[in-house]
């Protein structure tokens, strides 16, 4: 399965409020793209569309290399090779932090229990957090249970990564540290999502920018497009609002 | 006569104690495979009604409503005197299991559904965006954490099925309750009745203590 992801005409209603117009985007294999743009805007309702954590309208197609995301057989498969990192971390509270990263492998890409172990120990120390493998997540802190919870998703070799706000919830010291291994995911081939707010990271990693407000894309551009040029009145002053700090 | 020859006749007591103990052992055997089988109906149910097609929840909505409605001693009498009517002829055991494990199904069933439903939408969606079939979700995920949340309530109902097996000694069955009034009319004193009181006070208080205990501890951590 390739990992470019294909958004056609994608239109997401919560009952008589539209989230997401008629959306239309392109990410290319291995591309690492930013979504920022106000609260409410649909950011974070696009990326769960990718791997159908919410459903959308049938009109609306999603592929993600070239394979349909849709209700049916094939749609664990397609989350199978989609990693996802949420706000909330939403790690599995009853398993060590250890079994949370070997799970996945095991049961659905039927890795032994030894297999599983040495990638998970070599996924943790990616992250820097191998000394925490025994420790449930409840005793770790926001910074090191987001890196966990990125070590799962990478744990399956997901083609594409996907980061919903995985930042926002954590206490401002931490930042740094998950923004760190993100940032040492980018260019190694996996094709990357990320809504964020840290505009820092955007402008610092993403080789493209999606600015979007009311639920639709306002504009995209490379970073310095896009933070330094913007052309739409809105993005200008949504960035203006934000980087003036 | 005074009280302690009427209620606490010991020479009586002693007499009636290997009787007493026999009911015992039969309340215990109604009560473990009553519940036994009430966690496997209520899990099932808890299941179909969360999570199956849309008419087989109402069906498990309104078996677990009327089970719930009708008064146990009521549902027991049909089974053990009505269904021979028909030709179900269950013997007092099967007759007092059924009743007390339909019943408890329908119990379970609500506390694993409050369980299930208590764990965040979040441990659901990263499941699923893993890859997780429903299955493993279900076995390795949402279960082992609805299961820490619902032992307090499932402790709870256990005590009321142990509670609710005095009801066999309608249907003739010899559990402790109908042996203590047997050893009664046999002594002509109602010192057994007491010992069965006492039997069943010392069985159970440990298990209600128990869910004191479990209520505090899980109440004071939390994830």
């Given at each position: 399965?390739?990992?470019?992801?294909?958004?056609?005409?994608?239109?997401k209603?919560?009952?008589?409020f539209?989230a997401?117009?008629?959306?239309?985007?392109?990410?290319?294999?291995?591309?690492?793209?930013?979504?920022?743009?106000?609260?409410?805007?649909?950011?974070?309702?696009?990326?769960?569309?990718?791997?159908?954590?919410?459903p959308f309208?049938?009109?609306s197609?999603?592929?993600v290399?070239?394979?349909?995301?849709?209700a049916g057989?094939?749609?664990?498969?397609?989350?199978a090779?989609?990693?996802?990192?949420?706000?909330?971390?939403n790690?599995?509270?009853h398993?060590?932090?250890?079994?949370?990263?070997?799970?996945?492998?095991?049961?659905?890409?039927?890795a032994?229990?030894?297999?599983?172990?040495?990638r998970?120990?070599?996924l943790?120390?990616?992250?820097?957090?191998?000394?925490?493998?025994?420790?449930?997540?409840?005793?770790?802190?926001?910074?090191q249970?987001?890196?966990v919870?990125?070590?799962r998703?990478?744990a399956?070799d997901?083609?594409?990564?996907l980061?919903?706000?995985?930042?926002s919830a954590l206490?401002p010291?931490?930042?740094?540290e998950?923004?760190?291994?993100?940032?040492?995911?980018?260019?190694t081939?996996?094709?990357?999502?990320?809504?964020?707010?840290?505009?820092?990271f955007?402008?610092?990693?993403a080789?493209?920018?999606?600015f979007?407000?009311?639920?639709?894309?306002?504009e995209?551009?490379?970073p310095?497009?896009?933070f330094?040029?913007?052309?739409?009145?809105?993005?200008?002053?949504f960035?203006?609002?934000?980087?003036?700090h | 006569?005074?009280?302690?020859?009427?209620f606490f006749?010991?020479?009586?007591?002693?007499?009636?104690f290997?009787?007493?103990?026999?009911?015992?052992?039969?309340?215990?055997?109604?009560g473990?495979?009553?519940?036994?089988?009430?966690l496997?109906?209520?899990?099932?149910?808890?299941l179909?009604?969360?999570?199956?097609?849309?008419w087989?929840?109402?069906?498990?909505?309104?078996?677990?409503?009327?089970?719930?409605?009708i008064?146990l001693?009521?549902?027991l009498?049909?089974?053990?005197?009505?269904?021979p009517?028909?030709?179900?002829?269950?013997?007092p055991?099967?007759?007092a299991?059924?009743a007390?494990s339909?019943?408890?199904?329908?119990?379970?069933?609500?506390i694993?559904?409050?369980?299930?439903?208590?764990i965040?939408?979040?441990q659901?969606?990263?499941?699923?965006?893993?890859?997780?079939?429903?299955?493993?979700m279900?076995?390795?995920?949402?279960?082992p954490?609805?299961?820490?949340i619902?032992?307090p309530?499932?402790?709870n109902?256990?005590?009321?099925?142990?509670?609710?097996?005095?009801?066999?000694?309608?249907?003739?069955?010899?559990?402790?309750?109908k042996q203590?009034?047997?050893?009664?009319?046999?002594?002509?004193?109602?010192?057994?009745?007491?010992?069965?009181?006492?039997?069943?006070?010392?069985?159970?208080?440990?298990?209600?203590?128990?869910?004191?205990?479990?209520?505090?501890?899980?109440?004071?951590?939390?994830?």
């Open positions: 399965m390739g990992s470019n992801i294909q958004i056609t005409n994608l239109r209603q919560f009952g008589s539209t997401l117009h008629e959306l239309n985007l392109e990410i290319a294999e291995g591309e690492v793209v930013c979504v920022i743009g106000p609260s409410g805007s649909g950011k974070s309702t696009l990326i769960r569309c990718i791997n159908l954590l919410e309208e049938p009109q197609k999603i592929h290399g070239g394979v349909p995301v849709e057989r094939n749609l664990e498969k397609v989350r090779d989609v990693g996802m990192v949420f706000q909330s971390f790690l599995f509270p398993l060590t932090v250890l079994r949370n990263v070997m799970l996945a492998p095991m049961r659905v890409r039927h032994t229990p030894a297999q599983a172990e040495a998970a120990r070599e943790l120390a990616r992250v820097g957090i191998e000394g925490q493998a025994e420790k449930y997540p409840g005793k770790l802190s926001g910074g249970q987001q890196r919870a990125i070590a998703a990478l399956m997901p083609k594409v990564m980061f919903d706000e995985p930042t206490d010291e931490m930042v740094g998950v923004l760190d291994v993100m940032k040492s995911l980018a260019g081939g996996v094709t990357m999502v990320v809504v964020t707010h840290e505009m820092g955007a402008r610092q990693v080789d493209r920018v999606v979007m407000d009311g639920g639709r894309i306002i995209t551009g490379t310095t497009q896009i330094d040029h913007p052309h739409e009145e809105r993005t200008r002053n960035l203006g609002a934000v980087l003036n | 006569m005074n009280i302690f020859n009427t006749n010991v020479p009586i007591l002693i007499r009636t290997p009787l007493l103990m026999s009911g015992l052992w039969i309340t215990v055997q109604i473990v495979v009553s519940i036994v089988a009430g496997v109906l209520g899990m099932v149910l808890a179909v009604r969360l999570y199956a097609a849309p087989l929840q109402i069906i498990a909505k309104i078996y677990i409503n009327f089970m719930r409605s008064p001693l009521v549902l009498i049909i089974i053990y005197y009505a269904l009517f028909v030709g179900i002829r269950l013997s055991f099967l007759s299991v059924s007390l339909l019943v408890s199904g329908a119990y379970t069933a609500e694993f559904r409050a369980g299930i439903e208590a965040p939408k979040g659901f969606e990263a499941s699923a965006a893993l890859g997780l079939g429903y299955r493993h279900m076995v390795d995920v949402i279960l954490q609805a299961i820490r619902v032992i309530p499932l402790t109902n256990c005590i009321n099925v142990i509670k609710d097996t005095a009801l066999a000694s309608v249907v003739a069955m010899p559990d402790l309750l203590a009034t047997q050893a009664q009319a046999l002594a002509a004193n109602p010192s057994p009745l007491i010992g069965a009181a006492i039997i069943y006070v010392a069985f159970l208080w440990p298990l209600v203590a128990a869910v004191s205990r479990l209520e505090r501890s899980y109440g004071k951590e939390d994830h």
